[in-house]
């Protein structure tokens, strides 16, 4: 119900940039047609998805933006963007087209209110708009100026009726000829009307179809005055509203919404992420509950993915996050299919399964809620679209879940006490499995036993209060370890006063910045994370600009101040685009490989084995020449190296094995799902592509014996949370086990990222692994952790305020 798919073609590039039109923050006369591409390399992904229809919305920098059209994604042998959409083949001209297909052939327009406007205009331009009170003169004004025009069309008409000009025929037909004659011009049998021509103005044609009930109104607003702005605007011109898209805050103004339809007017809708937020500062405040408050209230909601804000071929998974706190599955399927529908007017042809509407079915292997679940295959119109050819590495088996067992009160001062974790069903690490029941003991904040006979014995020290808990058979890992991400450093990503900043370095400067200098414990998106079992973070400075090097921080999360648990845990650099946005010698990727061999020549040269260096990169060509520069100062190949981001890399790992660098170079995947969105990972590996007969990296690396690890895009901090299911989608396409699924987040991640005596002092044994720096660090689970409904019961740190932490979610 919200997407940019053909007016921003993948990969993104200056050229193919075409959802905003900047010059005035009113101009719907912009139409997305005239913009789509139909060889979006992104539609053909997005079908596989089993996203068989989509509105392609213009941009939300203007007040007023343009008129949206809907499409079919698959593309046509005609090459023809008109014969993709959904009303291909019917002219709106004819108005006996109009109901030829069942119902009537809407249009949609797009507006939007709030930060977008007045940070294009005010901020970017210069110009009017600069606050949300200059939004609303702004959109009134173009608003009264339709409207001024619509009663001058008006009475053009009424004159032309009292003048005889236009005579609807006999009384019996009277309904079918207006419905003839709607939207055109009367003719005027050789009189010349008193009025003149039918007054048009092209730049307000669609607002004056707003105005007439012919447009359907989608208006990009995220805050609470921003919703309840936008319904008084809507109220003085008389416009419906058909859905409020992003809508962070329509939760908290459901009575409001209430009131608009106690009013006689068109019920006002939602087109919202389910768990995507804290980018601005308008969408600081999401909460993933805001889709059971609106059910609950009786507001109609769709997921959207605003793609390629999110890749919507993954609508489906991302959306059903949203059972992970609390939504039905129903509820879930409903607002992916018949509650967009209804809220496009298109509910008549498509949204479900019924007799007589279009023949849109997608087959999937399983329950499409099942992490990694993806279409076999995709009819549209009733012809098969798409249908799956690689076969999957793993089936698709959801693990059961266990009972939640009851919390237990957490005492004052829990240093001073001990935790006895009686009959856990089975701890699963990185290196081993041991199968319960078993038990784990928790002593001032330390792991005193795993499954030893000690930990079945009550503690003898009379002054010790245990405190017991039956975990009835759940499943207990390490805490998830996130890696090479801003997380600590970053609270809303284009507010500079909430961050710690940006790192800029000029005239190859070689000062080390070390993140832990700027850790900003406590906020959102570290919260969330820690509610989904991240227990610690690696993070590094931002970077942009001349060629940097910074030292990422290694902190355990959930803490009221940082709680540093290595100050410097490794080296990194970021190459290829981001390094060439201030010039300089950052302004080629000969010249920031060119400064990295003199650093590694110089100042890096001696013993950097222990500490690992960590690239950014996505390019497998990129890759490419840093392997040769690795190779070239080297010569004993015993530096530890790891390629961060490496969107490309399956096209590297012959050349990893060939060149002998396997052994000291490995991968961090993030994001671990790629999308082959930029220029620089157009070629990345996701289904339903495949390589060397694999539909995932992991799988490669698996097999050629690379060491790798899982993260996120750095830039995409919200889904720091969904580390875990992240992980399960990897299992899934990489035919992974459920201890490498763990190791991919927890131990694999020391090993590659952390200096060689924290990551040898991390792994081995169970009770290594369940703790780093000597304090336990583990989570408990009901299930499968990568799995959409499986829960964190709870998580141990034993250097936190409360050693057990329960999961709040934002």
């Known amino acids: 119900m919200h997407s940019h798919a053909g007016v921003y073609s993948y990969p993104t590039l200056k050229g193919t940039d075409d959802g905003n039109e900047f010059g005035d923050p009113n101009l719907p006369m912009m139409r997305t047609i005239d913009a789509f591409h139909p060889h979006d390399k992104a539609l053909p992904l997005i079908l596989s998805g089993g996203v068989t229809t989509i509105l392609v919305l213009p941009g939300s920098a203007n007040l007023q933006g343009g008129e949206a059209f809907a499409f079919k994604t698959p593309q046509k042998p005609t090459n023809s963007a008109e014969d993709m959409l959904v009303f291909a083949n019917l002219s709106s001209t004819n108005p006996d087209d109009r109901y030829a297909n069942g119902g009537p052939m809407w249009r949609w327009a797009k507006q939007a209110c709030g930060e977008n406007p007045k940070r294009s205009y005010g901020e970017g331009l210069g110009r009017l708009p600069f606050t949300r009170m200059g939004n609303a003169f702004k959109m009134r004004e173009n608003y009264a100026k339709a409207k001024a025009l619509k009663e001058k069309q008006d009475e053009w008409c009424r004159v032309s009726e009292s003048l005889g000009l236009y005579k609807p025929g ?31 103005d092209l730049a307000l044609e669609q607002v004056v179809g707003l105005m007439r009930g012919q447009v359907k109104l989608n208006w990009h607003c995220y805050e609470v005055n921003d919703l309840e702005t936008q319904m008084r605007i809507a109220r003085e011109f008389n416009v419906s509203i058909s859905a409020f898209h992003h809508a962070i805050d329509i939760a908290q103004v459901t009575s409001a919404l209430k009131r608009w339809s106690n009013e006689g007017r068109t019920p006002i809708g939602a087109a919202i992420f389910a768990d995507l937020g804290w980018y601005k500062k308008e969408a600081y405040q999401a909460s993933v509950f805001s889709p059971q408050i609106l059910e609950r209230e009786g507001v109609p909601f769709a997921f959207k993915s605003d ?181 600590g450093l970053q609270e809303i990503a284009q507010e500079p006063s909430t961050n710690a900043g940006v790192e ?47 030292v990422s921080t290694l902190f355990a999360t959930n803490h009221t101040l940082p709680h540093v648990v290595s100050e410097a845990a490794a080296v990194h650099m970021v190459v290829e685009d981001v390094g060439k946005s201030e010039g300089g010698l950052s302004g080629s990727y ?78 961090l995947l993030s994001p671990a799902r790629c999308i082959p969105k930029e220029w620089v990972t157009r070629r990345c590996l996701s289904p339903p592509n495949a390589y060397r007969g694999a539909i995932h990296a992991a799988e490669l690396f698996k097999r050629y014996n690379v060491s790798y690890a899982l993260s996120i895009d750095p830039d995409e901090l919200a889904s720091a949370r969904n580390l875990r299911f992240e992980a399960g989608w990897v299992r899934r396409f990489a035919g992974l086990t459920e201890q490498e699924m763990v190791a991919s987040v927890t131990s694999s991640v020391v090993k590659l990222t952390l200096p060689k005596w924290i990551a040898q002092g991390y792994t081995g044994t169970v009770e290594k692994q369940l703790h780093v720096g000597g304090y336990a660090r583990f989570n408990a689970w009901n299930g499968d952790f990568g799995e959409l409904n499986t829960q964190l019961l709870f998580a141990v740190d034993g250097a936190s305020e409360k050693v057990v932490n329960y999961p709040v979610h934002l």
């Open 590 to 667: 000969p010249g920031q490989i060119a400064m990295l061999r003199k650093w590694l020549t110089g100042h890096l040269a001696a013993g950097p084995s222990a500490i690992p260096l960590i690239l950014h990169a996505h390019s497998a060509s990129v890759i490419s020449a840093l392997f040769n520069l690795k190779q070239s100062v080297d010569y004993a190949n015993v530096q530890r190296w790891v390629i961060a981001g490496a969107a490309e890399s399956h096209l590297n790992v012959e050349e990893l094995f060939v060149r002998r660098l396997n052994g000291t170079v490995g991968i």
């Open 307 to 487: 793609h390629p804000v999110t890749h919507s071929q993954y609508l489906v998974h991302d959306s059903a996050r949203s059972i992970q706190y609390g939504l039905a599955e129903q509820s879930v399927l409903k607002a992916l299919t018949l509650t967009p529908a209804r809220l496009l007017g298109l509910d008549y042809r498509i949204g479900s399964i019924d007799v007589g509407k279009d023949a849109d079915v997608v087959i999937w292997p399983a329950n499409p809620f099942t992490v990694g679940s993806l279409p076999d295959v995709v009819i549209v119109d009733g012809a098969v679209a798409f249908e799956k050819s690689a076969k999957d590495a793993t089936p698709l088996v959801p693990q059961p879940l266990t009972p939640v067992p009851p919390r237990v009160p957490i005492t004052v001062d829990p240093k001073k006490d001990e935790f006895y974790f009686k009959n856990i069903g089975k701890i699963v690490t990185g290196d081993t499995t041991v199968k319960g029941p078993t038990e784990i003991r928790v002593r001032s904040g330390q792991l005193v036993c795993v499954g030893t006979e000690a930990c079945s014995k009550r503690n003898s020290q009379g002054d010790v209060a245990t405190q017991e808990y039956d975990l009835q058979g759940a499943t207990v890992t390490p805490s998830l370890i996130l890696a090479g991400t801003p997380l």
């Open 170 to 200: 006999p009384e019996a037909d009277k309904k079918k000829k207006k419905k003839k004659h709607e939207g055109k011009e009367p003719k005027l049998k050789g009189v010349v009307h008193p009025k003149g021509r039918y007054p048009t």
């Open 504 to 550: 800029k370095r000029s005239h190859g400067a070689f000062d080390l910045v070390i993140a832990r200098d700027g850790l900003l414990a406590g906020g959102l998106p570290e919260q969330a994370a820690a509610n989904q079992g991240i227990g610690l973070a690696l993070s590094v400075t931002q970077v942009k600009g001349s060629p940097s090097l910074s």
